[in-house]
């Protein structure tokens, strides 16, 4: 067996790209090419009408009355004909959306993002805070306010807080201390409003914790920090978006003082419409780069465009929200081999489904009983170990084969380095040393311009014939 083994990182590197281009990658990217620029344009038309007429209402509580404590619809009132079609169309076109990634379009969109948010992008550490700043003396100034229009708060001690706030964030060793304060005032919302109510508001501990390890000097948590706070943000868009299914009595007020956002579609059509959407956005912010960027920017817009419907109110609670997705769509990130657009219509789905009875079963396990709660966090817990494993299959099966093609080059290599010595031994001269042991004749030994470097391996040696 002859085997070149002088370059084996060399040699692992092009065996690890060859594995990258499986054969179902290359299908998939084939297939998108062909339907992708028909099937998104028309997807994205019906479900960017639904957005853009419905999404301004993301935080229903601000501008309707709501007890948190009334029963939601049981989830099995949710699942209607119409739902079920609105959720296939949206895994459809997120389906559509993952496989126009992996084409040359989409790696020719993801550099030309990447190209013109570089600014934005090397910027996020020092426009968060100036942004955090600004947001946090508003509340300051509005002096009713804990952390968003609606959370109501005007104890004096809690002013001292709120004003102490943009001051921390001008310096980064005082940032720890403004994530203290962020966490405070959180706190004092759960005392004041209840731990489920600030459900809503998960990214305010996703900003802490970015704020917090700002100043840590390890570098492998400071890298961490974004990606969390774009999680907490996901959650902070996708668990209010389960009032629209559960409480969609909420949402009518709004739709009747504003019926345009109706565009003549039914009532119920559009707010199933609107969770739908507002799910599938938040979600997308948890996966892969293009797509979460494209959905972090067309949430973004949206958000923005609702203040002119809703107001300085709506503008002040949703300006720290904003600045969170612009950076994410800012954001490069980096692509995790498990989220494969095979995975991602069975991911997203099941997660929809999850969502919608861990937000029933908490509901009843806060305001009512542990054992009205069990059936629907039993199916949630379900659905989210089965999204899980989807997720765990498609990363074994893309794990195993790289696996064993390494084991496989190693070995081949182990085996090369046997064999040239067992030449070498076998084919020179040989002398007796002191210790007993057999060792080449000083003939065979290489020159001293032959010799390897030092710390280098058997293998890089040369053979020269005797």
């Known amino acids: ?22 054969s179902a990658g290359t299908w998939v990217g084939r297939a998108g090419s062909r339907i992708a620029p028909t099937a998104i344009w028309l997807a994205g038309l019906v479900i960017g009408a639904f957005a853009t007429a419905t999404a301004a209402s993301a935080h229903v509580k601000w501008f309707v009355t709501c ?19 609105l959720a296939a169309l949206f895994v459809t076109v997120f389906f559509v959306g993952c496989v126009i990634e992996e084409t040359p ?51 004096t001690w809690l002013a001292a807080i ?22 405070v005032l959180y706190g004092y919302g759960v005392a004041t409003y209840g731990l489920f109510h600030m459900l809503d508001y998960p990214f305010f501990l996703g900003l802490a914790g970015y704020f917090a390890l700002s100043a840590s000097r390890n570098d492998r948590l ?49 707010i199933t419409a609107a969770g739908v959407v507002e799910f599938g956005l938040s979600f997308a912010l948890l996966w892969t780069p293009l797509v979460r960027r494209v959905a972090a920017a067309t949430l973004a817009l949206l958000l923005f465009a609702s203040i002119f419907d809703f107001g300085k109110m709506d503008g002040i609670g949703h300006l720290m929200l904003i600045t969170l997705l612009l950076l994410v769509f800012a954001d490069p990130g980096r692509k995790q081999a498990y989220c494969h657009p095979v995975v991602a219509p069975l991911v997203s789905g099941t997660v929809l489904l999850a969502v919608i009875f861990l937000y029933a079963g908490s509901h009843a396990l806060y305001y009512r009983s542990s054992l009205a709660a069990l059936e629907p966090l039993a199916k949630g817990m379900g659905l989210v170990l089965l999204a899980i494993s989807f997720l765990g299959l498609m990363g074994l099966a893309y794990g195993w084969p790289r696996a064993i093609r390494r084991r496989l ?26 210790s007993g042991h057999m060792a080449t004749a000083p003939a065979a030994w290489p020159t001293r311009s032959d010799r390897a470097p030092s710390g280098s391996r058997l293998h890089n040696w040369p053979s020269r014939p005797l």
């Open 1 to 22: 067996m002859n085997i070149d083994a002088t370059r084996p990182g060399h040699k692992l590197a092009l065996l690890d790209a060859k594995g990258a281009r499986s």
């Open 67 to 85: 007890n948190p404590a009334d029963d939601p619809l049981p989830p099995q009132a949710v699942f209607t004909p119409t739902f079920w079609l």
């Open 105 to 155: 379009l989409g790696a020719s969109l993801s550099r030309l993002l990447d190209r013109w948010t570089e600014p934005l992008h090397q910027r996020t550490d020092g426009l968060l805070r100036a942004v955090a700043g600004v947001s946090f003396a508003l509340i300051w100034a509005d002096g009713s306010a804990i952390l968003t229009p609606e959370l109501k708060g005007n104890t």
């Open 162 to 183: 709120q004003v102490l706030t943009p001051i921390y964030f001008i310096g980064r060793a005082t940032l720890p201390a403004a994530a203290v304060c962020i966490l």
């Open 222 to 270: 400071r890298s961490l920090r974004f990606d969390c706070l774009r999680c907490t943000v996901a959650l902070s868009l996708m668990w209010p978006s389960m009032e629209k299914f559960l409480y969609p009595a909420w949402i009518v007020p709004i739709l009747t003082e504003h019926p345009e956002l109706t565009l003549g579609f039914d009532v119920a059509t559009v």
């Open 409 to 434: 080059l190693l070995w081949l290599i182990k085996q090369g380095e046997a064999d040239d010595i067992l030449a070498r031994h076998t084919t020179t001269p040989r002398g007796m040393t002191r």
